[in-house]
DNA sequence: TAGATTGTTAATCGATTAACAATC
DNA sequence: TAGATTGTTAATCGATTAACAATC
């Protein structure tokens, strides 16, 4: 075990390791070595041996990785030994369909609470969570131990229920609104716009397309 | 303009730039530096130079970017200077959602077709496109040029799905699945997962909860 | 034992940042 | 002109990959 800092990469990598991990586990295969793991997701083996090692001599050599062990050991690592509360804010199309995934988020993770500006939403049922004024948002985060928020409201309240979410107190946020939220830098926060991504996709459509590069200015 | 290769890192701030140049653009701001950028964007002003560098010299010594101009050009980078069209294979709670962006999608990009396995879905609407049968994906996607598919199908589907958007001749992918896709190395697939961001979130959170790292099985 | 595979060091590769001459 | 800001080179920093001794 040692303690240089963790890069995001790394961190971005566990989950990936759990998930297919999981499925071995599922199909009962009782260990795995890096040059397998690598081969599934699509990644060096020597990055996967080098991105465990930081957290712990898990392997075995000549054997491999012991596939519950290590399922074990990358859960404590994401601190999902324990259950993480999170809170969804805007229960708009997007809100609602991500609540929905509450059956997925197996490992731990849960969303307790749903927020919402919107009057008529407010007091209905969500999957069997009642929908709360965003007024309430900073009492519930406390009481509720809640540690990751759900940003889904609009572009323009993004900000506004980030403020809300780092007065509770939170330790993260996934904030699917197109902007760049200013937090103080002990809060984490990802962006998940996937209108983002789908922009940066385009780039790499020319392949198809012959680069067709003339100079719309010449005429000067 | 040199001819390098363009890192995805690059390639993927450039729908930022993109954005907040649209909305300075909305309040009709003429130009701006690249440090004014830096600041809005959490970024280093040398990385936005350097970024934009690669493709052109947009900027003007001592005045900073013509707003109106460097957007024109991070279309044109971005080939979103022409409609592309984008397919959604999922039409459960999540791609109806997604579905709704229709409208946000300005920047020429647009859901041109919906598909889906279930027979009581086909033939129903969704945003007034109205939703088909896997079956025809290949041959729709090859007759309305769509270059993209955004994946919002269960896990089990998603490479199946894949599979067929490769067939038919697709550019790229954005995967809402948590699979690895298997796709040959010309198109693009980007993960769009969200319980994974989610999972690595929860790596950042022990600061507030004393790394309390105990030996459970110090008996023994 | 022989074969396999880890953990780790060293080498490589790539991305970010600093610094500054050029110039608007 | 003086001040500001680009484009770009060089320096730094960090992440990935190769290689291999240790060892199951």
Redo the contacts with the bound molecule.
């Keep these: 075990m ?1 303690s240089e ?1 963790i ?4 961190v971005r ?1 566990l989950p990936v390791y759990l998930r297919f991990l999981n499925e071995l586990s599922r199909r009962e295969v009782p260990t ?6 690598g081969q599934k997701l699509d ?5 996967i ?5 930081y957290f ?10 012991d596939v519950s062990y290590l399922i074990e050991k990358i859960r404590q690592i994401l601190n999902l030994d324990q259950q993480i509360n999170v809170a969804l804010i805007g229960a708009g199309n997007l809100g609602q369909a991500l609540s929905n995934y509450n059956a997925y988020l197996k490992d731990n993770m849960k969303i307790v609470a749903v927020f919402d500006a919107s009057p008529h939403k407010i007091g209905t049922q969500i999957n069997n969570i009642t929908i709360q004024p965003i007024d309430e948002l900073v009492d519930t985060v406390r009481s509720n131990n809640i540690r990751i928020g759900i940003i889904t409201v609009p572009d323009v309240e993004a900000q506004r229920v980030a403020d809300q979410l780092v007065a509770a107190g939170i330790g993260a946020i996934l904030n699917f609104a197109p902007t760049i939220l200013k937090v103080p830098s002990e809060v984490r926060v990802h962006a998940a716009d996937f209108t983002t991504d789908l922009m940066s996709l385009a780039y790499y459509l020319d392949a198809g397309k012959e680069h067709t590069e003339h100079d719309a200015k010449m005429a000067d």
Tied chains: 1, 2.
């Design positions: 040692k800092k890069s995001d990469a790394v990598r795995v070595s890096s040059q397998e793991l990644l060096n083996p020597a990055q041996r080098k991105d465990l090692a712990g001599d898990f392997g075995r050599k000549g054997i491999g990785y």
